[in-house]
């Protein structure tokens, strides 16, 4: 290749180093190949497109004289068994009288742009420098050959193109205005684009820097995924021309993602790479030294198996098999086998290996799990890792697995054991919403994981104290009478374990006092009378109602005329007539119970031969209620004190 100056405008650069090697078969296409130059294979149909020097014209290349330096287009293709073909020039006028070559075909395969010497001869700098032209397939022929692309110039050389899949984007060489400037001061090849725009291709855009060097970037590709492949002497490689990756941004400017390493890239010149079928085979081009090689440039097809697999690692909890999130991980492949990897890494693994999501691992890195606990890394089947997992409150773990042991089952798990943090939680019970200490409160400490129970009782100031494991969940109860009993978890306080001291404030809702009103007699009567016994058993009723594991006695009382023994008898017939009202009013009897004090429980000085007034009597002449038991939290039942009532008498 290095003699077409013309056409490849090649320049020449040694640099030491060699990159990534990967598990990859190079073939020499040797039924197709010849002693001349064979190059810039392009796959259509079932062989290949390729540009070659073996012709036989009568004419040879001016500026080195020598016969068959000129290139015209071939076809070869192979048979149902997979044997190529004699190669077969390209029907029609594609090619001309100069150099024709280097093609790229529209995604119908019905349209070709290609590389020609200018038609319009030499340019002012007595040079005939190329062009980009297009031309149309009519059977087997090929036709209209001579339309120039709008972007052409006498004064630059326009060359190499490369169409997207879709053929909406065109990739190409030129040392167009606006290339980088080389040694001398002068536009170097660079790699161009240009989008077709309502049937036009746009005025063309440069690169950028990422890609372009100031020396030569020719012979790109575009692959069926959008992925850039060029060949290059100003980046960093083996020498001469090496190929490189690139992938495209938002805008017009593409990102270098490196050189694709050997066995793909030697000291000689290597170009148009042209990876298929996710890049497990292709083609490239090459004047490397090998036994096999038949002359300047070979065409070559390999096939690649990748040096890098696919791993999960999840981080757990040793006890629980929690997966941790955000679990720090630290990941070293150790000694690598080829150390250049360091430069560029695997650049192909990265274009088409992996899941998504994955992170290479060609050199130390530190990453944080997912909320699943994992991190998905690629990796190298023939390295062994150090690897080590840490998270707070948790003891690390570190581990030396190999490639291997990573990929044995679909997820590697590393589990933590959690580190004891112990700490001491003071509980405090306060009345809400004064925030006055609640002393004497029983306090019931539950840890949630172990199922252990602590009870405790609060001192005079609502005070309690106890040790407790800073990794697990507590469940914390406080309850006093009359009291609403609460319960709070202590993450619901996000306490701080680390100083060794947590304090949890519990509060209890006050009670809710529920008075529980007398029931009043007529005198030597025991008849509920309407005027204020009725509306007050009915409002015990209701109270019943609403809280139904009340259970009440009615306690039946009178004044203190009349015989003991009958005042016993009368008090008897108080109660049970308070009970059977509210039974009528739908309460169960079980609920209900009685005793009678006669005249033994006055609540003031009316007794026997003291003369008082009636309003007095009136308060003796009773059926006091009293709540004897119940289940509802937060409610105090009081017994009215009726000392201090007014109560209008039937006596005046």
């Given at each position: 290749m290095?003699?077409?100056?013309?056409?490849?405008l090649?320049?020449?650069?040694?640099?030491?180093?060699?990159?990534?090697?990967?598990?990859?078969?190079?073939?020499?296409?040797?039924?197709?190949?010849?002693?001349?130059?064979?190059?810039?294979?392009?796959?259509?149909?079932?062989?290949?497109?390729?540009?070659?020097?073996?012709?036989?014209r009568?004419?040879?290349?001016?500026?080195?004289?020598?016969?068959?330096?000129?290139?015209?287009?071939?076809?070869?293709?192979?048979n149902?068994?997979?044997?190529?073909?004699e190669?077969?020039?390209?029907?029609?006028k594609?090619n001309?009288k100069y150099?024709?070559g280097?093609?790229?075909?529209?995604?119908?395969g019905?349209?070709m742009?290609f590389?020609?010497?200018?038609?319009?001869?030499?340019?002012a700098?007595?040079?005939?420098?190329?062009?980009?032209y297009?031309?149309?397939?009519?059977?087997?022929?090929?036709?209209?050959v001579?339309?120039?692309?709008?972007?052409?110039?006498d004064?630059?050389s326009?060359a190499?193109?490369a169409?997207?899949?879709?053929?909406q984007?065109?990739?190409?060489?030129?040392?167009?205005?606006?290339?980088?400037?080389?040694?001398?001061?002068?536009?170097?090849?660079?790699?161009w684009?240009s989008?077709?725009?309502?049937?036009?291709w746009?005025?063309?855009?440069?690169?950028g820097p990422?890609?372009?060097?100031g020396?030569?970037?020719?012979?790109?590709?575009?692959?069926?995924?959008?992925?850039?492949?060029?060949?290059?002497?100003?980046?960093?490689?083996?020498?001469?021309l090496?190929?490189?990756?690139?992938?495209a941004?938002?805008?017009?400017?593409w990102?270098?993602?490196?050189?694709?390493?050997?066995?793909?890239?030697?000291?000689?010149?290597?170009?148009?790479?042209?990876?298929?079928?996710?890049?497990?085979?292709?083609?490239?081009?090459?004047?490397?030294?090998?036994?096999?090689?038949?002359?300047?440039?070979d065409?070559?097809y390999?096939?690649?198996?990748?040096?890098?697999?696919?791993?999960?690692?999840?981080v757990?909890?040793?006890?629980?098999?929690?997966?941790?999130?955000?679990?720090?991980?630290?990941?070293?492949?150790g000694?690598?086998?080829?150390?250049?990897l360091?430069?560029?890494?695997?650049?192909?693994?990265?274009?088409?290996?992996?899941?998504?999501?994955?992170?290479?691992v060609?050199?130390?890195?530190k990453?944080?799990?997912?909320?699943?606990g994992k991190v998905?890394?690629?990796?190298?089947?023939a390295?062994a890792?150090?690897?080590?997992?840490?998270?707070?409150?948790?003891?690390?773990?570190?581990?030396n697995p190999?490639?291997?042991?990573?990929?044995?089952?679909p997820?590697?798990v590393?589990?933590?054991?959690?580190?004891i943090?112990?700490?001491?939680?003071?509980?405090?019970v306060?009345?809400?919403?004064?925030?006055?200490?609640?002393?004497?409160?029983?306090?019931?400490?539950?840890n949630?994981?172990?199922?252990?129970?602590v009870?405790?009782?609060?001192?005079?100031?609502?005070k309690?104290?106890?040790?407790?494991?800073c990794?697990?969940?507590?469940?914390?109860?406080?309850s006093?009478?009359?009291?609403?009993?609460?319960?709070v978890?202590?993450?619901?306080y996000?306490a701080?374990c680390?100083?060794?001291?947590?304090?949890v404030?519990v509060?209890?809702k006050?009670?809710?006092?529920?008075v529980?009103?007398?029931?009043?007699?007529d005198?030597?009567?025991?008849?509920?009378?309407?005027?204020?016994?009725?509306?007050?058993l009915?409002?015990?009723?209701?109270?019943?109602?609403?809280?139904?594991?009340?259970?009440?006695?009615?306690?039946?009382?009178?004044?203190?005329?009349?015989?003991?023994?009958?005042?016993?008898?009368?008090?008897?017939?108080?109660?049970?007539?308070?009970?059977?009202?509210?039974?009528?009013?739908?309460?169960?009897?079980?609920?209900?119970t009685?005793?009678?004090?006669?005249?033994?429980h006055l609540?003031?000085d009316?007794?026997d031969?003291?003369?008082?007034?009636?309003?007095?009597?009136q308060?003796?002449?009773?059926?006091?209620v009293v709540?004897?038991?119940?289940?509802?939290p937060?409610?105090?039942?009081?017994?009215?004190?009726?000392?201090e009532?007014?109560?209008?008498s039937?006596?005046k």
């Open positions: 290095k003699n077409m100056k013309p056409l490849l090649l320049l020449s650069l040694a640099l030491c180093g060699s990159l990534w090697s990967q598990d990859v078969e190079i073939k020499n296409i040797s039924e197709i190949n010849t002693e001349e130059l064979d190059f810039s294979p392009v796959p259509v149909g079932n062989g290949l497109m390729y540009t070659s020097s073996k012709n036989d009568f004419l040879t290349c001016p500026s080195y004289g020598e016969k068959g330096s000129y290139v015209d287009l071939y076809y070869a293709e192979k149902a068994e997979g044997i190529w073909q190669p077969k020039v390209l029907k029609g594609v001309g150099n024709d280097v093609p790229s075909f529209s995604p119908t019905e349209k742009i590389t020609r010497n200018n038609l319009n001869g030499k340019n700098a007595n040079v005939i420098d190329l062009k980009l297009t031309g149309d397939r009519q059977g087997d022929d090929w036709v209209n001579t339309t120039p692309l709008p972007f052409n110039s004064d630059w326009t190499h193109p169409l997207s899949s879709d053929g984007l065109l990739i190409f060489a030129s040392n167009r205005p606006g290339s980088t400037l080389g040694l001398e001061g002068l536009p170097s090849m660079d790699l684009g989008r077709l725009e309502n049937g036009v746009s005025i063309p855009f440069n690169l990422d890609v372009n060097t020396k030569s970037e020719l012979f790109p590709y575009l692959d069926d995924q959008g992925h850039l492949f060029f060949s290059s002497d100003g980046h960093p490689g083996e020498g001469g090496d190929l490189f990756a690139a992938t941004t938002d805008g017009d400017e990102n270098l993602e490196g050189n694709i390493g050997t066995p793909f890239n030697t000291s000689s010149d290597d170009m148009h790479f042209v990876p298929l079928n996710g890049c497990t085979e292709g083609y490239l081009a090459s004047d490397r030294p090998d036994a096999d090689a038949k002359g300047n440039d065409i070559y390999w096939t690649r198996t990748s040096g890098f697999q696919d791993a999960v690692i999840q757990v909890d040793k006890d629980t098999r929690e997966p941790i999130p955000l679990a720090d991980l630290s990941i070293d492949p000694q690598l086998k080829n150390q250049s360091v430069q560029y890494g695997p650049v192909l693994d990265k274009l088409f290996g992996g899941s998504e999501g994955t992170t290479m060609v050199e130390p890195l990453l944080q799990t997912d909320a699943e998905k890394i690629r990796i190298s089947n390295s890792f150090a690897i080590a997992a840490s998270k707070t409150n948790y003891n690390p773990e570190s581990r190999s490639a291997a042991d990573l990929t044995a089952a997820v590697y590393i589990p933590l054991e959690k580190s943090v112990l700490a001491r939680l003071t509980v405090k306060i009345e809400d919403p004064s925030g006055i200490p609640i002393p004497l409160a029983d306090i019931k400490i539950v949630k994981r172990t199922g252990e129970v009870p405790l009782v609060g001192d005079g100031g609502g309690a104290t106890t040790q407790i494991n990794d697990d969940e507590y469940e914390i109860t406080a006093k009478d009359p009291y609403y009993t609460n319960t978890l202590l993450s619901d996000k701080d680390s100083d060794g001291e947590v304090e404030i509060p209890l006050s009670p809710l006092i529920v529980l009103e007398p029931i009043f007699y005198f030597d009567r025991y008849y509920i009378r309407s005027r204020d016994a009725k509306p007050t009915d409002s015990l009723a209701a109270i019943m109602n609403m809280y139904p594991t009340l259970q009440i006695r009615m306690e039946g009382n009178t004044d203190s005329r009349g015989s003991s023994a009958y005042n016993v008898r009368l008090s008897t017939n108080r109660a049970n007539a308070a009970v059977k009202y509210m039974v009528r009013k739908g309460i169960a009897k079980e609920r209900l009685t005793d009678h004090f006669g005249e033994d609540v003031n009316c007794r031969e003291v003369i008082c007034p009636e309003e007095d009597h308060l003796n002449r009773r059926v006091d709540a004897v038991r119940h289940q509802e937060g409610v105090k039942f009081v017994t009215r004190d009726v000392s009532m007014n109560v209008e039937d006596r």
